[in-house]
C-alpha cells in the first residue's frame, strides 16, 4: 500500500489554518510522517529541531539532513506532495540540485510551495551540515542536542549563539558534560565547573576551559575571541559558496524561460546546468586549512596577537573535515 501523501486541503470545512504558521508546522509534521511511511529517513535540523527538543514554538522552514542514497524517494515524496493545492518547487537561483556531488559538497538544495497568499512552507536540504560529521547524525529522527549546537555556530551573533549557550546548558542539565564546550558566558562557566575537577579531555578540545577552572581575569576575552573565530570561519565560508555559484546563478537567471513547471523537470534542468558552472566540492577547492586561517586572521585584527592562544585548535574545527591538521612549518 502506497503511503498517504500529505495534502493541506483549504481551511475550509477543517479545524487547521493552513495559512498560518501553525497551519504550516501541521504542514511539515505531515510532510515528515510521509516520507517515514515511505521509508525515507531524514534527520530534522534547524528550528524544527529546536522546536521537538521543546525550545521554540514555531518556525517558518524546515532543515532537513537527508543522505545521498535516498534523494531519489525523497524527491518523489515532495514531488507527490501538496500544500493548499499547490507543488513544491525548486528556488532556484539559490538551489543547488538534491544530487551528486553538489550535496555532498555541502550545497543545499531549497523547496517550496509557492502559494499566493500567506507564508509559504520552505524546505532546506543537507547532505552535508556545516561543522559537523554527518556521520555522527542518527539514521533518522532528530539531530542529538550537542551536533546541534555545533550547527548552530554561524556568523548571526543573537539567534544563533543564544541557542548554542541555552543547548550547553541543557546538556550539562542531563549530565552531558559537552556541555561545557558550548557555555558562551564567563561567569555562567565558571558557575557550572565550580565542583567539577579540571578534565584535560575537554581542555584538549576547549582550551579556554583551562582560564575558566582557573577563574582568570582573561576568560572574558578568550570567550569572544573564540566566539569572533567561529562567526568569522561561518562568513568565509559563505563567502567561498557564494563566489562559487555565481555563475550558476547566472545561468538560471537567463535560462529563466526554459524552467519546467514540475519539480522533476526543474530537478534535471538544474543538473544540466550545474554540470559545468557549479562547483561539486567549493569547500576542498579552496580548502579548510585555509578557511580557518582566514577566520583566525580576521578574529585577531586589531587585538593583540598573544589573543592567537584563545582561538579553538584547528585540530578541533577540521575533524569534522577527516583532516588531519597541517604540520607546523620547520624552524628557519
Known amino acids: 500500500m502506497q503511503p498517504r501523501l500529505p495534502v493541506a486541503a483549504s481551511p475550509k470545512g477543517t479545524n487547521v489554518n493552513y495559512v498560518t504558521e501553525a497551519g504550516i508546522q501541521v504542514f511539515y509534521e505531515r510532510l515528515l510522517a510521509t516520507l517515514e511511511a515511505a521509508g525515507v529517513p531524514v534527520v530534522i535540523l534547524g528550528g524544527q529541531a529546536m522546536l521537538r527538543h521543546r525550545l521554540a514554538e514555531t518556525t517558518k522552514d524546515a532543515d532537513l539532513f537527508v543522505r545521498a542514497d535516498h534523494f531519489a524517494p525523497f524527491l518523489q515524496v515532495l514531488a507527490e506532495s501538496r500544500y493548499l493545492g499547490v507543488a513544491p518547487v525548486y528556488r532556484t537561483v539559490v538551489s543547488a540540485p538534491l544530487a551528486r556531488p553538489w550535496a555532498n559538497g555541502g550545497w543545499g538544495a531549497h523547496f517550496e510551495y509557492p502559494v499566493e497568499r500567506g507564508p509559504r512552507p520552505r524546505l532546506d536540504i543537507l547532505a552535508r551540515p556545516p561543522r559537523i560529521d554527518p556521520e555522527e547524525l542518527p539514521r533518522h529522527g532528530v539531530a542529538p542536542l550537542f551536533l546541534l549546537a555545533e550547527t ?139 578557511l580557518f586561517d582566514e577566520a583566525s586572521r580576521r578574529a585577531l585584527l586589531g587585538y593583540p596577537l598573544e589573543f592567537v592562544e584563545f582561538l579553538p585548535p584547528r585540530s578541533v574545527v577540521l575533524q569534522p573535515w577527516k583532516i588531519n591538521p597541517k604540520p607546523p612549518e620547520p624552524a628557519a
Open 152 to 290: 548552530k555556530k554561524t556568523r548571526r551573533e543573537t539567534k544563533d549563539w543564544g541557542q548554542v549557550a541555552t543547548l550547553g546548558h541543557l546538556l550539562l542539565d542531563a549530565g552531558d558534560s559537552r556541555g561545557l564546550l558550548l557555555i558562551q558566558n564567563g561567569e555562567e562557566l565558571i558557575e557550572r565547573l565550580r565542583e567539577l575537577p579540571p578534565d584535560e579531555q575537554l581542555i584538549e578540545r576547549r582550551p579556554n576551559l583551562r582560564l575558566a577552572w582557573q577563574v582568570s581575569d582573561r576568560l572574558g576575552a578568550a570567550l569572544e575571541t573564540e566566539q569572533r573565530f567561529w562567526r568569522h570561519f561561518d562568513a568565509v565560508r559563505w563567502s567561498v559558496f557564494t563566489q562559487a555559484s555565481r555563475d550558476y546563478a547566472l545561468a538560471v537567471r537567463r535560462q529563466e524561460q526554459d524552467r519546467p513547471s514540475d519539480l522533476f523537470g526543474q530537478h534535471e534542468w538544474l543538473v544540466r546546468i550545474a554540470a559545468d558552472r557549479l562547483p561539486g566540492d567549493p569547500l576542498g577547492e579552496h580548502g579548510i586549512d585555509a
